[in-house]
C-alpha cells in the first residue's frame, strides 16, 4: 500500500476540491460573466394569467370546451374523408 502519506494527499482533494469548485463557481466573477445575462424566467406580460373570477373561470371553461368540439369536429371530418377515399 501508499502509506499515510496518499491518504493525506486524498483528503487534501476531497476537502479542496469541492471548496475550490465553490468559490470558482459562486463567486461574482463567474455571476457577472456568465449567469446575469441569461433571461431565465419569462416575461409577466407574456405568462399565463389564471382567471380569478367566477364569471372569468366559466368563459375560460366555455372556451375551452368550443376548442375541443372544434378539433374533435375536425378530427371526425378528417377520417370521414380518409374512409371515403378508399
Known sequence: MAGPQLEIV?????VF??????????????YD???KGIKFWPDY???YKPPTTSKEVRD???KMKSEREDR???AMKA???QQEEK
Open 60 to 62: 375560460a371553461l366555455e
Open 10 to 14: 486524498k483528503f487534501g482533494v476531497y
Open 33 to 35: 460573466s456568465y449567469v
Open 17 to 30: 476540491f469541492p471548496v475550490g469548485v465553490m468559490l470558482y463557481f459562486g463567486g461574482p466573477q463567474f
Open 79 to 81: 377520417k370521414k374523408e
Open 45 to 47: 406580460n407574456t405568462t
Open 72 to 74: 374533435w369536429i375536425k
